[in-house]
């Protein structure tokens, strides 16, 4: 499986960024696609998941409200529109894949997402 990050970088408060991965290496059918984060000295984080078959989506609980995760099933693409960033929303964000919540049996290099106060 192969996922690749684009779309992070430099954003005042309040404004908005729009993640995509691109993934590949197998169907993704029964399987679900999510986004982490790691600010740094802190632990990995769970951000927010996908289904494949149904887009059943699930949010921590920081971001609910702000952020949305989407799929393109043609485009074997997920996306994470991000709004209202704030500074502690700054980290390094991972796109991954798994057969089961949370999905992280494959990960991408990950993109920085910096938010300016």
Not at 12 to 29: D, E, I, W
Not at 91 to 114: D, E, F, K, L
């Amino acid at each position: 499986v192969q996922l690749v990050e684009s779309g992070g970088g430099l954003v005042q408060a309040g404004g908005s960024l729009r993640l995509s991965c691109a993934a590949s290496g197998r169907t993704f059918t029964n399987w679900m696609l999510g986004w982490f984060r790691q600010a740094p000295g802190k632990e990995r984080e769970f951000v927010a998941s996908i289904t494949w078959n149904l887009g059943t989506t699930r949010y921590d609980d920081a971001v609910k409200g702000r952020f949305t995760i989407s799929r393109d099933r043609a485009k074997n693409t997920v996306s994470l529109q991000m709004n209202n960033l704030k500074p502690e929303d700054t980290a390094v964000y991972y796109c991954t894949a798994g057969s089961q919540w949370p999905p992280r049996n494959h990960w991408g290099q990950g993109t920085q997402v910096t938010v300016s106060s």
